[in-house]
């Protein structure tokens, strides 16, 4: 039997197709049409879910996109007098969903360059800016009928079929929801899906992993767009008439709540808030005139004050409540062991020769206002070399691992990586060169498995993007890249831990879990920021193994460490540092026995 | 709350809903939260004050709110046909809302009073449109009457003020038309919305362009603002309003500023000085009469509109017994087929007489052009 | 355009751009100490302005229910935290707020306020906006003090259709309007100054110089924002979180209560127009970088500006204009911003 039919699932794929092929039968006319709503919204609400509760990207955008899609369907299937380069893309369907999606990406790209690059609160602030614009766009432009909208828009022809009735849409809407939802899950379990998942408070780590950030965050907000624009091309024939009002902000204030609600952090989430919030607000209009009198209307306070209740009780959604139980509902991902074990192994980079000179600093010095925290620092580390830079605290040891790490700029003074000068290059440019780092404060993934964590070290080493990834065009690749993570895995020692949660390991464990994801890179230097802090002695041992072979294999290391007698054993050389100025270099011996040194580290600076 | 208080409620709610089992089904939609609050809630107040019996069928209403939403108010009506199985629907309160749900109306065989303004629901007659009756006067009608009186006062330019809203919309459309057949120039056309916290710069413009008068046209509370700032800038033309000024809340916000304004309003307003022999004088009387000792207020036009919705379907009920009982199509076809025989009806707005083309059947006697002197209603004339 | 209308149209992006101002440093105070991004902040303003109208049209100020309901549930959480803390945490204090509520309320229920003159009305209608605050922070997010800035932002939103509604249950669909402080007019020039715009214009302007006071040179102030910088490190140096965060929202809710009762006379305000005001103050915010007191209220009179002039070039256009405007401020953020930073 093929891995294929032994995955959940596939059988919880053809459970949900039976389900939509008979429910419109089955259910309720009025039934019917309220779910007809519910798919729609959940389609938009998957796009947030990827967008906001994935990546971390905040947006009340979705509701506009939604009202340009629906505008274009509803404008060409209406109008009689498009010009005639266009009249093609009028009076057919498929001319409005062509239109409705290549507008919505056009606005998106314009709206997603300028607000993706900013971080925090610009962006969901940026978002409702733009809702209003469009919203009162919508309203003004007579072409689009104004704020009275657009009316008579034809019944749904596709394939000589009719989706006119509300049972035929189901099947349509309910049917393409499956297809976002088969999609978005695709997405998020690749290479591009680690990326997005990165967003999420992995940045910096990601960038110094080769990972486009912001290309990345636009491809989330283009996936968001492209579904909120099906959703608008759905909206159109369902209601068969558009108007500016459920384009609003508040409708993207509610398709945010939606994905809150039903927890966006899980694709599932998207369908459990958008049903939610739809039968929440039925159930209100239906109870609350029993309960409070007829007089009132007390529908949108219930409603807020129940969000309120929610989110204090359950900040990760029902979806999220509900996964903390039960586990089967928690994301597998992952391509099959078998399909791992049979990989290729990835390409390496052709490694440097022996004794070529890896890392060269020269006169590297860094102010930050009259502070000067590096000053005049020269040195150099070769293939099969590791350099150990100490210092007391306040050293300027950070200062110098920003900058050799490209995080940070010198002020003066030149770094050479490889013969190439690497002043002001970014991080993720040097990541695809062949430099790979850990941080001293341990940045991972803490609810993503210790192999994907790992895997997203071989984010340049793979080339599938997103359409690959959506078809899952990229499984043999996929399975190559995972199964390098393992093996780093293995070879570090937490072949144990594949698919337990990066944030259940020791602390030790993450620092060498880092060091495995640097490896994944294949790199030829090795930055490694105080790698032995909070490992037991019999952890440092293994991790001193591991570089001594790191360094055989003719990878260049620099560490920057407190630990004295772990860095005595393992460094060729060891650079010490006080006051952001390069106090003694020398063999460990020579240097432990250099009465600055001693001074520096006895005399009590700190 | 916790779920099981919310299922209490919920099997609490489903109790009532199946206890009152009415022979006659009437639903109701109204904007009676969100930005057409202002319209919706009179509406909603008076569906309490309709008929409950006709024909001796006893009627049940059942109100939904649609939060100003197009998208709401036709999800309200479908709920209303297939779940409610309702034989008539009256509402929504919004324009757009009603454009967009009259197609389910048609398609379900179920006759729509809508108490909006604009005639495109009823204009151009056609297949989904002869399920719609109009409860209000027609924007032309009102629009007509008001255009005349700026002929009848020399007024040669005018310069145009609406919201950004189908009811803005429509208006500028319609008086664009009547000024252009009466040889009116519309000098400035300004746009606002209600709850913009200044007109100052649209009342320069207007000042700049000199008009003899200012047409507002904005629902409600938000007819104020426009022209207090131009009289506060210092324009001293004439002022025309629409339907939509005429309010108690109009003279309250708009005190000695809105004097001597042209206002077209109902009898509702003047109710003192009409003559007895209108016979919208009696209807309006009680319908205002049975609100303020329910509500403590007086109420909106907006609110009559719904009134009359209820006299109309009051009226015909009997008539459409006769070709079946409630809850069947033929009931909802001969209802519908009963509206367009509806002849000299007097309802709090004006009298009704509807016909196969002309599903409004308002005539300008419904519309009272009114003056604003010393702070009360006065008639024009 | 001649200069007369240049002057009227810069006078009205004043007045309008001042209250922007207000608000925008309402929302930077809250968000720099509690990372909530105070969407019913707008509701403040409106409640303001609605209660004062309500009072001098003789209507009784229904707003002192929503007080006592608030504050009730307060003190239920207070009692609960109290008794689940182990260690019996009941304090006298806890009644204070519950005790200020009930005072204001009944005052304000049985002061004639009709005929009591415009000062003691507003002072009145501040009394009741201010607590709003401080209670809506105690029952909304002191509970969540702790979550992602993305539940705190939810919560803010669904504070906003939830106090809509109050609003419109509790001071109806129709708009009110104040009278003006003085009808007074002055020249300057060919043009004409209404005194109403001095008010506004003086009281916002002494009201950011207060904040920029507060902020930079009193302690207290200063502690305020170390407890933004980092919560666990002021509670050590014995800054309260909650009380920081009760007090920044009291602030807030007394300057935007300030900018209601200032633009009441000028404007009719609805139950709902709250929200789009707030939403300007937000612009001026992000031109602030949410950081700078000065540059989010120069925005935030910028954008008063913009708005009087684009509504005189293209009334319908207006909000189109006025919140695209905000793009280009965004993409110079943009331009600016280096690297990528991670946020919590």
Not at chain 1, 394 to 402: E, I, M, P, R, V
Not at chain 3, 50 to 69: D, I, S
Not at chain 3, 81 to 98: C, F, K, Q, S, Y
Not at chain 3, 133 to 150: C, H, K
Request: charged share 15%; with cysteine.
């Amino acid at each position: 039997m093929s891995p294929l039919f032994r995955s959940r699932l596939l059988w919880v794929l053809i459970a949900a197709v039976v389900v939509i092929a008979a429910a419109p039968q089955l259910l309720p006319p009025y039934q019917v049409v309220v779910l007809n709503t519910v798919g729609i919204f959940a389609l938009v609400t998957l796009g947030i879910v990827l967008l906001t509760g994935v990546g971390g990207m905040t947006s009340f955008g979705q509701a506009a996109f939604v009202g340009i899609s629906a505008y274009a369907t509803a404008y060409l299937a209406t109008t009689a007098e498009l010009p005639a380069a266009l009249a093609w893309l009028g009076g057919n369907p498929w001319g409005g969903l062509l239109a409705g999606v290549v507008l919505t990406l056009i606005v998106a790209t314009v709206l997603g360059g300028v607000t993706l690059k900013l971080s925090g609160h610009y962006l969901p602030l940026g978002t409702i800016a733009w809702g209003i614009s469009l919203y009162y766009l919508f309203g003004t432009l007579d072409l689009l009928g104004g704020f009275t909208g657009i009316t008579g828009i034809p019944p749904l022809h596709l394939f000589g079929i009719a989706f006119d009735s509300s049972p035929a849409l189901f099947v349509l809407i309910w049917g393409i929801v499956l297809l976002g939802v088969v999609a978005t899950l695709n997405l998020l379990d690749s290479r591009q899906g680690r990326a997005i998942r990165a967003l999420n408070g992995g940045q910096l780590m990601a960038e110094s992993m080769g990972v486009n950030t912001f290309r990345t965050k636009m491809v989330a907000f283009l996936v968001a767009a492209t579904l909120a624009a099906l959703a608008g091309w759905l909206y159109a024939y369902t209601q068969r008439f558009v108007a500016p009002t459920p384009f609003s902000l508040q409708a993207g204030i509610e398709y945010m709540f939606m994905a809150l609600i039903g927890g966006a952090s899980l694709v599932w989430g998207a369908i459990i808030g958008a049903g939610a919030v739809v039968y929440l607000k039925e159930a209100l209009q239906d109870v609350l005139p029993h309960l409070l009198g007829k007089g009132g209307n007390y529908e949108a306070m219930v409603f807020g004050l129940l969000v309120i209740v929610l989110m204090q009780k359950m900040p990760l959604g029902i979806a999220g409540a509900l996964a903390r139980r039960v586990t089967a509902l928690r994301p597998h991902r992952g391509a099959a062991t078998t399909q791992i074990a049979q990989a290729a192994p990835l390409a390496r980079r052709p490694a440097p020769a022996p004794a070529e000179s890896i890392l060269e600093a020269r006169g590297v010095t860094r102010r930050f206002g009259g502070l000067v925290a590096n000053h005049d620092l020269s040195f150099s580390v070769k293939a099969g070399e590791i350099l150990a830079v100490i210092g007391p605290n306040g050293a300027g040891k950070s200062t110098l691992f920003n900058q050799l790490s490209c995080v940070d700029t010198p002020t003066s003074g030149e770094i050479f990586f490889r013969g190439h000068k690497i002043n002001g290059r970014s991080a993720r440019d040097m990541a695809g060169a062949g430099l790979a780092r850990t941080f001293q404060h341990v940045k991972l993934l803490p609810t993503m498995s210790v192999l994907e964590n790992v895997a997203i070290g071989a984010h340049l080493r793979g080339r599938k993007g997103v359409f690959s990834s959506i078809l899952r065009l990229d499984r043999s690749e996929e399975a190559q890249l995972l199964k390098e993570a393992e093996q780093q895995l293995i070879r570090v020692g937490l072949g144990a831990h594949l698919n337990a949660e990066a944030g259940s390991l020791a602390l030790g464990q993450q620092r060498i879990l880092e060091i495995a994801r640097a490896l994944c890179a294949d790199p030829c230097l090795l930055l490694l920021d105080e790698p032995a802090a909070g490992l037991r002695l019999k952890e440092k041992e293994g991790l001193s193994q591991l570089l001594s072979k790191l360094r055989g294999q003719g990878i260049a290391v620099v560490l920057v460490e407190h630990d004295m007698d772990f860095v005595m054993g393992l460094a060729d050389r060891v650079m010490v540092m006080d006051f952001g100025e390069k106090i003694a270099e020398g063999l460990p011996d020579e240097v432990q026995a250099n009465p600055v040194v001693l001074e520096a580290y006895l005399g009590g600076a700190e | 709350m916790s779920a099981k208080r919310l299922m209490l409620s919920v099997v609490f709610g489903m109790a009532c809903l199946t206890s009152a089992q009415a022979q006659v089904k009437v639903g109701v939609v109204t904007s009676s939260t969100g930005p057409v609050a202002l319209v919706g809630i009179p509406q909603k107040n008076t569906v309490a004050l309709l008929p409950t019996t006709a024909g001796g069928q006893t009627i049940e209403y059942i109100s939904l709110d649609d939060g100003s939403d197009p998208s709401a108010a036709v999800s309200a009506f479908r709920k209303l046909i297939s779940e409610d199985k309702v034989d008539a629907i009256i509402g929504p309160s919004g324009t757009a809302s009603a454009v967009a749900a009259l197609g389910f109306a048609a398609e379900a065989g179920v006759p729509m009073l809508a108490p909006v303004g604009s005639t495109a629901v009823i204009l151009p007659m056609d297949d989904k449109k002869k399920w719609v009756f109009k409860t209000t006067q027609n924007d032309e009608i009102v629009s007509a009457a008001l255009v005349r009186q700026m002929v009848k006062d020399g007024v040669k330019t005018v310069g145009f003020v609406g919201p950004t809203d189908p009811f803005g919309d429509n208006w500028l459309k319609v008086s664009s038309a009547d000024a252009q057949k009466s040889g009116i120039k519309i000098v400035a056309t300004e746009r606002f919305q209600r709850q913009d916290t200044s007109f100052t710069a649209q009342g320069l413009k207007i000042l700049s362009s000199r008009p003899d008068a200012v047409l507002i046209a904005a629902p409600g509370s938000s007819s104020v603002m426009p022209q207090t700032t131009l009289y506060d800038l210092g324009y001293r033309g004439k002022y025309y309003q629409t339907h939509g000024a005429a309010l108690a809340d109009y003279l309250r916000l708009g005190g000695k500023k809105v004097e001597g304004t042209t206002v077209a309003g109902s009898i509702m307003l003047v109710m003192d000085q009409a003559s007895d022999s209108n016979p919208s004088k009696k209807v309006a009387a009680e319908y205002m009469g049975a609100y303020e000792k329910k509500y403590g207020s007086k109420p909106a036009t907006f609110g009559a509109n719904v009134y009359d919705a209820g006299l109309l379907l009051e009226q015909v009920i009997p008539v459409a017994l006769k070709a079946g009982a409630p809850g069947t199509p033929a009931f909802r076809a001969a209802l519908r087929d009963a509206l367009e025989q509806v002849k000299n009806l007097p309802g709090a707005q004006g009298i009704y007489n509807l016909s196969p083309t002309d599903h409004s059947g308002f005539d300008e006697r419904g519309i009272e052009l009114l003056t604003v002197k010393n702070g009360q209603w006065a008639p024009l004339n | 355009m001649n200069a007369q209308i240049a002057l009227l149209l810069g006078q009205d992006g004043v007045i309008n751009g001042a209250i922007y101002a207000l608000l925008a440093l309402s929302i930077l105070l809250v968000f720099s100490v509690t990372r909530v991004l105070l969407i019913p902040l707008g509701e403040f303003v409106s409640f303001a302005a609605l209660t004062m109208a309500a009072m001098q049209a003789g209507k009784p100020a229904l707003l002192g229910f929503l007080l006592v309901a608030l504050s009730l549930a307060g003190l239920v959480m207070d009692l609960i935290d109290a008794t689940r803390g182990g260690a019996r945490r009941l304090r006298i204090g806890m009644l204070a707020m519950p005790a200020y509520v009930g005072v204001v309320t009944a005052l304000s229920l049985a002061l004639p306020l009709k005929d009591l003159g415009m000062a003691l009305q507003a002072l009145m209608t501040i009394a009741l906006v201010l607590p709003l605050g401080p209670l809506l922070y105690r029952v909304l997010f002191q509970p969540i003090a702790g979550a992602s800035a993305l539940v705190l932002l939810i919560v803010a939103i669904a504070a906003h259709v939830a106090l809509v509604s109050v609003g419109l249950l509790i001071f109806g669909p129709e708009g009110a309007r104040t009278e003006p402080f003085s009808d007074s007019v002055f020249m300057l020039g060919e043009a004409v100054i209404q005194s109403q715009t001095l008010w506004v214009i003086g009281l916002s302007l002494l009201l950011i110089v207060l904040l920029y006071l507060f902020f930079e040179r009193n302690l207290y102030g200063k502690a305020l924002r170390a407890t933004a910088v980092d919560r666990l490190g002021a509670q050590l140096m014995g800054i309260s979180p909650e009380l920081a965060g009760k007090v920044s929202f009291g602030l807030a809710a007394f300057i935007s209560g300030l900018s209601g009762v200032l633009i009441a006379p000028i404007t009719t305000i609805y139950f709902d127009s709250g929200f789009v005001i707030s939403l300007k103050g937000f612009v001026g915010a992000i031109i602030g970088g949410l950081a700078s007191y000065p540059v989010a209220a120069l925005g935030a009179v910028a954008l008063g500006l913009v708005e009087a002039f684009s509504t005189f070039y293209a009334s319908s256009y207006k909000e189109v204009i006025v919140f695209t405007l905000l793009l280009p401020v965004l993409l110079w953020r943009s331009l600016a911003q280096k690297g990528v930073e991670d946020e919590k």
